[in-house]
Nanobody
Framework: QVQLVESGGGLVQAGGSLRLSCVASGSIFSISAMRWYRQAPGKQRELVAG???????NYANSVNERFTISRDNAKNTVYLQMNSLKPEDTAVYYC????????????WGQGTQVTVSS
């Protein structure tokens, strides 16, 4: 089995920064992609950023040029550096890991709360 543990969330003022981490453990093989999603109360879960096994990154328009996704393969860890935070970034942030073996396997962490005050 695979486990994902997010950390790094907290309360920050608008304009501040946070760095989220997601550590994967267990049977980690054939990583297809790692992503960060977020969900605010009353809203749909949305994709924030993703990175493929080949290193290709993509970002939601709302966070482009403010957030950076990166990974440390040796540590099975993906990061989300969040700069110039805005109140609308407030949400629970979830780590997603996709493994492609015989079929696609998708795993989720429990989430970490990010709150940005004005």
């Amino acid at each position: 089995q695979v486990q994902l543990v997010e950390s790094g969330g907290g309360l920050v003022q608008a304009g501040g920064s946070l760095r989220l981490s997601c550590v994967a453990s267990g049977s980690i093989f054939s990583i297809s992609a790692m992503r960060w999603y977020r969900q605010a109360p009353g809203k749909q879960r949305e994709l924030v950023a993703g990175i493929t096994s080949g290193g290709t990154t993509n970002y939601a328009n709302s966070v482009n040029e403010r957030f950076t996704i990166s990974r440390d393969n040796a540590k099975n860890t993906v990061y989300l550096q969040m700069n110039s935070l805005k109140p609308e970034d407030t949400a629970v942030y979830y780590c997603n890991l996709d493994l492609m073996r015989l079929r696609l396997e998708r795993y989720w962490g429990q989430g970490t709360q990010v709150t940005v005050s004005s």
